[in-house]
């Protein structure tokens, strides 16, 4: 996992803003997210799950 990758620090961010919804635990499972060429890709059901686009022309956004 690189560290430096936005995608790592938008999840970072998000993660800790969900940990203060009781409703939601804040975890990540495997079906969130792939590992590809050493980045993390979210996936088509996390994004639905978040609920929004965040503009970044993610891979699998289906808001776009």
Same mark, same amino acid.
């Given at each position: 996992?690189? #560290? ?19 409703? #939601? ?23 639905? #799950? ?5 503009? #970044? ?8």
């Amino acid at each position: 996992m690189v #560290n430096d990758d936005w995608i790592f620090s938008l999840y970072v961010k998000e993660m800790c803003e969900k940990q203060h919804n009781v409703n #939601n635990k804040g975890k990540l499972t495997e079906e969130d997210y792939y590992i590809e060429n050493g980045n993390i890709v979210l996936t088509h059901k996390y994004h639905l #799950n978040r609920g929004y686009c965040c503009n #970044n022309n993610c891979i699998n956004c289906p808001y776009k």
